[in-house]
């Protein structure tokens, strides 16, 4: 979509987006890194998950600036500067930040109420390829 350079107070606001929408969070922390944790990589090690956690998040640190370019181009590429601004105010305000908040504990709740049920649909799933 929008393929030029941010202009510096675009940028701007695509860090505040990024800082508001928990995403320079995941960055910094290295957070969504978690997820990596169950692929075949690690499978095949003795690494605990707290191992394999710390592991990554070292061999991350090496890419982080990356990380964060990838993450600045993107939003500069899908969203105009008047897009930013607009979605950068409902997100610092009071709204947007229930709205984020609210968003994540419903998650969470839901999750939580439904773990036998997503339990029976894994449990049903596996099922389907033994004999």
Excluded at 35 to 41: E, G, H
Excluded at 90 to 114: C, D, I, N
Excluded at 119 to 124: L, N, P, V, Y
């Amino acid at each position: 979509m929008i393929d030029e350079a941010p202009s510096p107070a675009k940028l701007d606001l695509i860090r505040r987006f990024l800082r508001a929408n928990g995403i320079q969070r995941e960055i910094d922390t290295g957070s969504f890194l978690q997820r990596f944790v169950m692929t075949p990589a690690f499978s095949e090690t003795t690494a605990t998950v707290g191992q394999a956690i710390e592991a990554l998040k070292g061999a991350y640190e090496r890419h982080r600036a990356q990380w964060q370019e990838e993450y600045e181009r993107h939003a500069n590429w899908e969203f105009t500067e008047h897009e930013l601004g607009t979605i950068v105010a409902f997100l610092e305000g009071p709204v947007g930040q229930h709205f984020l908040e609210g968003g994540w504990r419903m998650k969470a709740y839901v999750g939580s109420t439904l773990e036998a049920v997503a339990d029976a649909i894994i449990r049903e799933a596996a099922a389907s390829f033994t004999t």
